[in-house]
């Protein structure tokens, strides 16, 4: 049998090494990180082992895990109505993209953790300690798999998905020396979904846009991928052309896409 000090150790680099690896990357989505969610699991089952030797020490666990279940499962309920008062107030942000497409299943993440947090409580109640685990288990199987397969890869696709989109357009699109300007931000991604080598200017300062004019000046098409929110002081430029906005990327041109290229 393998010492638990081993399987701690083990899972303890998992985590790190994963953990480390994507905060340090410059481009992510929220599902890179669920190879985490096992070895945080057995780390905590290791230490709930070690500290809850006594039924006393279960018990409070229990009630705790699931006072927190019902606290979380309140706030997902919450969450789409708070969001939405948000909007209003808060600058564009993919989130609030995805909401109209991950609101259902919020409310069955709030369901699933009432539901099942409340069940697990009456079982306790009724010294039924056995069922009270195996619902709470049960549970957060059940919310960590609609988690997985409802909210993140929709949250991944309004984070992502307009960057991969114009990124794609402007690599079929682009021949010879003709640029691709990735302007105000750091998004290295562009390069591998285009296909093609790409300008960056993470910063929006001066000396930046006034190379950026430059390029946009040029005979030779270029394609520009940048936020949102740097629209308006493009447009000042005569030659920008806005091709397409999506949540906080939007994508241009220095002609209209019905231009034959260079």
């Known amino acids: 049998q393998i010492p638990d000090r081993q399987i701690a150790l ?9 953990f480390l690896f994507f905060s340090a990357s410059k481009t992510k989505l929220p599902n890179y990180i669920a190879t985490l969610f096992p070895a ?3 780390l905590v ?3 709930w082992e070690e500290r809850s030797s006594s039924d006393r020490s279960l018990k409070y666990s229990a009630f705790f895990l699931i006072l927190l279940g019902l606290l979380l499962g309140t706030g ?3 969450a789409p109505s708070i969001a939405v008062k948000l909007q209003a107030t808060l600058p564009p942000s993919p989130f609030f993209d995805a909401l109209p497409e991950i609101k ?12 099942g947090m409340a069940a697990a409580a009456l079982f306790l109640k009724s ?15 059940l919310f960590t798999a609609t988690l997985l397969a409802a909210i993140l890869p929709t949250v991944g696709e309004a984070v992502q998905g307009p960057l991969h989109d114009y990124a794609k357009q402007a690599g079929d699109r682009l021949r010879g020396e003709e640029k691709l300007v990735v302007y105000g931000m750091n998004k290295p991604s562009v390069v591998f979904y285009a296909r093609h080598p790409a300008m960056t200017f993470i910063r929006h300062e001066p000396e930046n846009f006034e190379e950026l004019k ?11 991928i ?10 000042k430029e005569p030659s920008f052309v806005l091709l397409d906005q999506r949540g906080s990327y939007a994508f241009g041109s220095n002609r209209p896409l019905s231009a034959p290229p260079t």
């Open 104 to 115: 259902t299943a919020f409310q069955l993440l709030a369901a699933e953790l009432l539901l």
């Open 76 to 78: 997902f309920l919450l």
């Open 226 to 235: 940048t936020k949102s929110k740097l629209i308006p002081e493009l447009q």
């Open 40 to 42: 945080m699991a057995i």
């Open 127 to 141: 010294f039924q300690k056995e069922r009270a685990f195996a619902t709470m288990v049960g549970t957060m199987v």
């Open 10 to 18: 083990f899972a303890l680099i998992w985590f790190s090494v994963i």
């Open 45 to 47: 089952g290791l230490w």
């Open 214 to 224: 430059k390029i946009m000046a040029a005979p030779e098409r270029s394609f520009i």
